[in-house]
């Protein structure tokens, strides 16, 4: 009898609590994924008619004249900066073109400059 008894408390009890534990970890595993699945769910179902709206009023906003003539200002802008750039990086000719090569580059770039500025007035 006695040794019934230390049989189930070195090796029944430890292996059927191991088991229990396993089991209850694959179960909160799989109730665990399945709150995430619908937490996401429920997110996309939140978000989804929150981002049409987000959308729709950034199209909007986006079209309108004041909208649109700002970014066209900004893009001229943008435009003047690179010219300039340009003409600072070439000035001294560091592709050591030839002389009339240069000069014809530098004076387009002048011209396209000078454009870029009077669309500006």
């Known amino acids: ?41 429920l997110k996309a179902e939140i978000q989804g008619p929150h981002r049409r709206v987000f959308e729709s009023s950034a199209a909007i906003l986006d079209s309108l004249p ?22 600072r990086e070439n ?3 560091p592709n050591n073109l030839p002389y009339e ?3 014809r580059n530098m004076v387009a770039l002048g011209a396209h400059l000078k454009m870029l500025l009077e669309e500006r007035k």
Do not use: C, Y
């Open 66 to 87: 004041q909208v649109i003539s700002g970014k066209i200002e900004l893009a001229k802008m943008q435009a003047i900066e690179d010219a300039s750039k340009a003409i």
């Open 101 to 103: 090569e240069h000069d």
């Open 91 to 93: 000035i001294s000719n």
């Open 1 to 41: 009898m006695n040794e019934l008894v230390i049989f189930l408390k070195d090796w029944i009890i430890p292996l059927g609590a191991t088991g229990i534990s396993i089991w209850f970890a694959a179960s909160a595993k799989k109730e665990s994924d399945r709150a995430k699945e619908i937490l996401n769910d």
